[in-house]
């Protein structure tokens, strides 16, 4: 069992950035994939980036590509969200997602665990 809490969201102002983090319970975080979704209102979760076990592959949707970046640091139980370059579009509800297959998992499907979200609002 694995248990999820992220961190580090709040208002931007457009072309701002933020880092949100996801502090994993549990000894073996290292061994679980990690991703990011997002969710806003009257929409449905979207995959935003994912990470391997590792640290050493990593995937993001095209809509943040050049902008976010996912890495983890598993001494520390922990995975970050560095977003740059916000837009308004980029407002929602960010969730942190671990999964068993130690992959960088695009489809929620393949996710396991889920955190319980933190709110990401950019103002333009």
């Known amino acids: 069992q694995v248990q999820l809490v992220e961190s580090g969201g709040g208002l931007v102002q457009a072309g701002g950035s933020l880092r949100v983090s996801c502090a994993a319970s549990g000894r073996t975080f290292s061994s679980y994939g990690m991703g990011w979704f997002r969710q806003a209102p009257g929409k449905e979760r979207e995959f935003v980036a994912a990470i391997s076990w590792s640290g050493g592959s990593t995937s993001y949707a095209d809509s943040v590509k050049g902008r976010f970046t996912i890495s983890r640091d598993n001494a520390k139980n922990t995975v970050y969200l560095q977003m740059n370059s916000l837009k308004p579009d980029d407002t929602a509800n960010y969730y942190c997602?671990?999964?068993?297959?130690?992959?960088?998992?695009?489809?929620?499907?393949?996710?396991?665990?889920w955190g319980q979200g933190t709110q990401v609002t950019v103002s333009s």
């Open positions: 997602a671990a999964t068993t297959t130690g992959r960088p998992m695009t489809r929620r499907i393949n996710y396991d665990y």
